[in-house]
């Protein structure tokens, strides 16, 4: 009946380095309120695996494609599931922020890496929320050393391939309705449809039974502490979630992910 919180990664008693220093305060501040809030436990037992941040394709030893997306959706989602009583695992793409109490956080770079953490953790997860934004192209080759600027002045020709999709993967690989698969999708509209169209034919295309979709036309979302989305799901429901901490919107995705488990 207690909350276990692991211990943190940072500099030990020595010169070495890794998992086995005392939560920061600020940590254990946190899980306690979030025990006092108290929560209903309706995610106790379950194993909820959440994707966080951006990830980076590199060209060479220090440039890089990546992109805006801090992870703070994806951290407040595990934050939320670890308050409901899961045991929450979180593949972090490149997150600056510190570790959600009582999580454990895996960390990634590049979308292969993502992609391999995701299908190891998803095996006996109950939920899977893919809330990182994997790069959906990477440089064809890695060169090795850094690429220097050609005497002529002269713009290198960067050629890209494409990535795996990791959601459609995951959903490919389940063979039964465990587990429940969430994605997200950061959309705007255009002259061939709204946003909720765009979105409602991802969600068909991806096969997921959640999308939480969040409008991006004015820039909103990206690096925030407060979010708006509207939830879509796959049998057709239509949740709006009002302007509000991310914290509050991940607790309205878990509610409609509690509802779809067994
Ligand atoms: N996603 C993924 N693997 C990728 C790209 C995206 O798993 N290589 C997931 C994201 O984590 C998100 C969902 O797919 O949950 C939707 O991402 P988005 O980039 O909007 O989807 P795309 O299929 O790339 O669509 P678009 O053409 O609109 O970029």
New binding site residues.
Partial sequence: GCLVLEPAVGRLTGVDTGKGRLPDPEAIYQAALQLLEGRPQDLAGKHVVV?AGGTREFLDPVRYLGNRSSGRQGYALAEAAVARGARVTVVAANVGLPDPAGVDVVRVVS?EEL?QQ?HASAIDADAVI???????FRPAEFVDAKIKKAADGAAPDIRLVE????????VAARTSKRPVI??????TGDAHATVIE?ARA?LT??G?DL?VVNDVSAGKAFGRDDNEAVLLGADGTVDEIPLGPKIDLAHAVLDAVVQRMD
């Fill in positions: 994707s979308t992609r995701m893919m809330a990182a934004a994997p790069a959906d990535n795996p999709d990791i959601l459609l993967e995951l969430v994605g997200f999708a950061a959309e765009h991802k295309r991806k997921c999308l």
